[in-house]
């Protein structure tokens, strides 16, 4: 009888098994859109849909009326360009108001 040593392929009933962890829950795939291949395999993700901007209320002065209305081509006009459709619309509202003062 040999102390200590078991035959090759037993267990003694103090040996377990090893464990292996659980897996952590996988997380949703996202696409890295600094990878275009990524881009490329992930499919696009719907936008939320643009809300319609609400009608117009008329103020009973068409110049004032017709200059607030160029803020609805806000939503076809690049972001770079809004600032200057903006300014042109201040800048006819505080004409208007020159020319009601003056």
């Given amino acids: 009888m040999t102390v200590g040593r078991l035959p090759l392929g037993t267990m003694s009933e103090q040996d377990e ?3 292996v962890p659980a897996k952590p829950a996988e997380e949703p795939a996202v696409a890295d859109t600094r990878d275009p291949a990524a881009a490329q395999a ?3 993700q719907p936008a939320e849909p643009a809300q319609a901007a609400p009608a117009a209320e008329t ?5 004032v009326d017709q ?4 803020l609805a081509e ?3 006009t690049p972001v770079h360009e809004h600032a200057a459709v903006v300014e042109a619309v201040r800048r006819s ?3 208007t ?3 009601d003062e003056g």
Avoid: H, I, K, N
């Fill in 17 to 19: 098994p090893p464990t």
């Fill in 59 to 63: 103020t009973g002065d068409e110049r």
């Fill in 74 to 76: 806000l939503d076809a």
């Fill in 93 to 95: 509202l505080q004409d």
């Fill in 67 to 70: 200059a607030v209305s160029r």
């Fill in 42 to 44: 992930m499919p696009a």
């Fill in 97 to 99: 108001l020159a020319e």
